[in-house]
Nanobody
């Protein structure tokens, strides 16, 4: 089992940048692929980005491709989401999640709010 704690959210003007962090407990962090998701008010949670266990492979939602970068530091048990050129439509609660080998995202953090005013 792994516990996840996100940080780094906040209020940022359109066009600005933020870096989210997700710190994981436990010694098995490198055994999980990791993902970032977000949920805007009144909308369903949506996929943002994912990174493989080694960090060698990443994938992004079309809406963030070219603006967001996911990375991980396995010795520090941390996954990051660097967000640039932020838009009001990026406003949401951002969650990190750990994916078990069976394929499901089983472990979730509590979320961190990102607000980009229009």
């Amino acid at each position: 089992q792994v516990q996840l704690v996100e940080s780094g959210g906040g209020l940022v003007q359109a066009g600005g940048s933020l870096r989210l962090s997700c710190a994981a407990s436990g010694r098995t962090f490198s055994s999980y692929a990791m993902g970032w998701f977000r949920q805007a008010p009144g909308k369903e949670r949506e996929f943002v980005a994912t990174i493989s266990r080694s960090g060698g492979s990443t994938n992004y939602a079309d809406s963030v491709k070219g603006r967001f970068t996911i990375s991980r530091d396995n010795p520090k048990n941390t996954v990051y989401l660097q967000m640039s050129s932020l838009k009001p439509e990026d406003t949401a609660v951002y969650y990190c999640a750990a994916r078990v080998p069976a394929g499901e995202y089983r472990y979730w953090g509590q979320g961190t709010q990102v607000t980009v005013p229009s």
